[in-house]
């Protein structure tokens, strides 16, 4: 573990700081929008904007790096990051920030590539496992402080702009000063969604859903709380709770799913999500009339409702069983393949989270904007229940697949496919890299 520190440090603290800076941004902006008083449907154009470039990138960077390298394109995409951050605090504008989220999307998967890549040429077959490991760390300990990081400044200055540009630039000087030669890049193709859907219809089905519920989370959770009027305060606790329940609950739920039918654990959390949907949509606005209590009743529910620490307790409990999704449908659909196809399904399986978390922003405005606040947890109620209704079905047409070498393992959601290869259930052989660490 000394060993793969020293070599990849600077790699981590670059990745370290760009993911501070990300977690952050998301949610600044979402808290400025309410401030300057778009409306949802502009709002979750904006928040759409990100995983557009995103998704776009990650089929223009690949050829990016193989005619510039590594190092030129970590260097242009954080730079350019930087600047897209600064649009948006001098274009106070929906439009302009619709096109600062694209870029920020496109630059984002620019770096995660060149990342992913050097992380694969750093490990070898006896240390992948501890690399992802250490990934998945920074990945959700990065988005954690940069929600606390909303205390920094108030939103309605530059400070906090100035901030984000600032751990972008800071991003660069490790990966820049490291004197490894940057890998060879390897491009990896993905399965079709058609030829997924056959191999594992509830694997893919999950998957289109869980890009509803997860970007709907990250995008719009900010934007929620601070038109409840939560403080900043209580919005980057709001999301300092999302993130670090996700990352604690990804193990029980993998635990569980490696010894049990997959598909009733993919169930459970499904619909234990949709009432915990349920749970937070009660807890901090609905009237006690709304639901036709008994006057005892009433008061007991006006007093739970009236403290936020219900409704922390209710989206930390949420959190925790919806974002270990992304792993789980993951996970399933391994479960019908031979380990050499791990990696391309799970580019195929990026493909159709991106569908949906393009569109997810922008669609849960619309239930925003006629239901309030709270339609977005009618919006996330309606994918979670179609997951376990969908899985339900399933169970009726597909016996049981025992596949024991294929185990449950935690990924960021941001994962690209050559950070899949760092499973060690992949089979991919890292062995030619043995000798470089």
Not at 405 to 425: A, K, Q, S, W
Request: charged share 15%.
């Amino acid at each position: 573990m000394g060993k793969l520190f020293k070599n990849s440090w600077a790699l981590f603290a670059g990745y370290g700081m760009l993911m501070i800076a990300h977690g952050l941004q998301g949610n600044l902006l979402g808290v400025r929008a309410v401030i300057e008083e778009f409306n949802f449907i502009a709002t979750g154009a904006m928040m759409s904007g990100y995983f557009i470039g995103y998704f776009t990138g990650a089929n223009v960077v690949p050829k990016l790096v193989q005619k510039v390298g590594h190092i030129r394109v970590f260097a242009a995409f954080a730079s350019m990051a930087s600047l897209a951050i600064l649009i948006h605090a001098v274009f106070v504008d929906p439009i302009v920030w619709i096109f600062g989220r694209f870029l920020t999307g496109f630059s984002i998967i620019g770096i995660f590539i060149v990342v992913e890549s050097w992380l694969n040429d750093r490990a070898n077959n006896r240390t992948r496992g501890q690399v992802l490991s250490i990934y998945m760390f920074i990945s959700l300990t990065g988005l954690a402080l940069g929600a606390l990081l909303l205390n920094f400044s108030s939103p309605e200055k530059y400070e906090p702009f100035i901030l984000i540009s600032l751990l972008l630039s800071i991003a660069l000087i490790p990966i820049l000063l490291t004197k490894r030669k940057p890998p060879k890049f390897k491009k990896i193709t993905g399965i079709k969604i058609k030829e997924l859907y056959k191999i594992s219809p509830l694997g893919t089905i999950s998957m289109f859903c869980t890009g509803f519920i997860h970007s709907t989370i990250f995008t719009l959770g900010a934007v929620y709380a601070a038109t409840m009027n939560f403080s900043i305060f209580e919005i980057s606790l709001f999301i300092f709770l999302i993130t670090v329940s996700g990352a604690i609950f990804q193990w029980p739920i993998g635990y569980l799913s490696d010894r049990f039918d997959r598909r009733i654990i993919l169930i459970i959390t499904a619909l234990l999500g949709s009432v915990l949907t349920i749970l937070c949509f009660f807890s901090v606005s609905a009237s006690p009339d709304f639901i036709n209590l008994s006057s005892n009743w009433k008061n007991i529910y006006q007093h739970i409702a009236n403290h936020r620490m219900s409704f922390y307790i209710f989206i930390s409990l949420y959190a925790g069983v919806s974002l270990p999704l992304f792993s789980l449908n993951l996970a399933y659909v391994n479960d019908f393949l031979p380990k050499e196809k791990f990696v391309s399904a799970g580019a195929g399986m990026q493909i159709i989270f991106g569908l949906s978390a393009m569109s997810a922003p922008f669609i849960c405005s619309f239930f925003m904007k006629q239901f309030g606040p709270n339609g977005m947890f009618i919006f996330l109620f309606i994918f979670q229940t179609l997951i376990g209704l969908f899985g339900i079905y399933r169970m009726t047409r597909r016996s049981t697949e025992e596949n024991p070498d294929n185990t449950f393992t935690p990924m960021p959601r941001n994962i690209t496919p050559l950070g899949m290869e760092l499973d060690p259930d992949t089979g991919v052989d890292l062995s030619n890299t043995e000798n470089k660490n």
